[in-house]
């Protein structure tokens, strides 16, 4: 079960890792489930590069195709991979170390 | 890639496991160091609850009550809607060692199975453990 999970943290991170996926998934993020064409209109990408992109994050399963206006197709973030990232960064962002460094320090003074 | 699914750290605390118990384990022990309130109900399958003047809360569901050796609780994932089901597990072990205490604290379940997908912007505190172990410290210093 473990290396599924991984899977999907790892394919959330590569996604996040390139610029143009990672401006795509927040412009999703921000402004709702949008086409093809309203993220070119948004963002400094071609609509080519943008449907490419967005039929990538899809087979991914970061995000989901459903029926839009004028028989466009739009997109949405699924949320169940970014929980799961979510999950690994929850567990980075305990930050023990630093303050544990800090607590020695003040323990010696 | 491995998922970080267990956090362990250990600090040695120059006051006796009773003291440490006692601000690990009452209301205004975890509403000093913690949170700045707080509500315990200390029995296995009793609630805490921590609030902070920013204006966010934990509910804790506790586990373990071992006197003065073992605490734990379960509580919600930061990031993760608040109905989420997912909760990591957080125990404390403390040992006399001298006239002090080691104190250890685990958390487990962070790479736990996802049982649903809700909405949700991410929000978390990044402060987190390590701000508490050290007003923890703050805290036993100045009783």
Avoid: C
Wanted: net charge negative; proline share 6%.
């Amino acid at each position: 079960m473990l290396p599924d999970k991984e899977a999907i943290a790892e394919q959330v991170f590569v996604a996040l890792a390139d610029p143009s996926r990672r401006s795509i998934l927040a412009a999703l993020a921000s402004g709702g489930p949008a086409t093809a064409t309203d993220l070119a209109q948004r963002l400094p990408i071609t609509r080519q590069a943008i449907a490419k992109h967005l039929g990538l994050l899809a087979d991914a399963g970061l995000v989901t195709p459903e029926p839009g206006e004028r028989r466009r197709v739009r997109y949405r973030l699924r949320s169940a991979p970014m929980q799961v990232a979510q999950q690994f960064l929850a567990a980075l962002a305990r930050d023990w170390d630093g303050r544990l460094d800090a607590l020695k320090d003040h323990l010696n003074q | 890639m491995a998922f970080p699914d267990r956090i362990e750290r250990s600090v040695e605390i120059e006051h006796p496991p009773a003291k440490v118990w006692s601000a690990l384990t009452t209301a205004e022990g975890l509403g000093s160091w913690f949170g700045n309130q707080a509500t315990i109900d200390l029995r296995p399958g009793g609630l805490a609850q921590m609030t902070w003047t920013e204006g966010h809360k934990a509910d804790m569901r506790i586990e373990r009550v071992e006197e003065p050796n073992v605490f734990g609780f379960t509580w919600h994932i930061y990031g993760l809607p608040d109905d989420d089901p997912r909760r990591t597990y957080v125990e404390f072990t403390l040992e006399p060692v001298g006239a002090g205490t080691r104190l250890t604290v685990t958390e487990t379940g962070f790479a736990q199975l996802p049982q649903d997908a809700h909405e949700k912007a991410f929000e978390g505190n990044t402060n987190g453990w390590a701000s508490e172990l050290g007003e923890l410290v703050d805290y036993l210093n100045a009783a």
